[in-house]
Nanobody
Framework: QVQLVESGGGLVQAGGSLRLSCAASGHIFSIYAWGWFRQAPGKEREFVAAISRNSGSTYYADSVKGRFTISRDNSENTVDLQMNSLKPEDTAVYYC????????????????WGQGTQVTVSS
């Protein structure tokens, strides 16, 4: 089992920045990739970014490319999401996830999930 705990959400004005962090514990060795997803009220959960735990290869949704950066620290078992140039449409609950097999944009393929952290961007 792997436990994930997100932190760093909050309220920010449009154009501002936030940094989300996800702390992982448990059977970390079984994890192939980390992901960040988000879900806005009334919408489906959507992919934001993913990173391979060993290679560090990164993947981004088109909507955040160039604004968000995913990174990991294998010594601390943390995964961060640096969010710059935030827009009101980035408002959502952000979830950290872990996948044992792939770095994928498909939420149904992820094995473990955090409880989520709220990000609100005011206009």
């Amino acid at each position: 089992q792997v436990q994930l705990v997100e932190s760093g959400g909050g309220l920010v004005q449009a154009g501002g920045s936030l940094r989300l962090s996800c702390a992982a514990s448990g059977h970390i060795f079984s994890i192939y990739a980390w992901g960040w997803f988000r879900q806005a009220p009334g919408k489906e959960r959507e992919f934001v970014a993913a990173i391979s735990r060993n290679s560090g290869s990164t993947y981004y949704a088109d909507s955040v490319k160039g604004r968000f950066t995913i990174s990991r620290d294998n010594s601390e078992n943390t995964v961060d999401l640096q969010m710059n140039s935030l827009k009101p449409e980035d408002t959502a609950v952000y979830y950290c996830a872990a996948d044992r097999s792939y770095a994928t944009p498909n939420s149904y393929e992820y094995d473990y999930w955090g409880q989520g952290t709220q990000v609100t961007v005011s206009s």
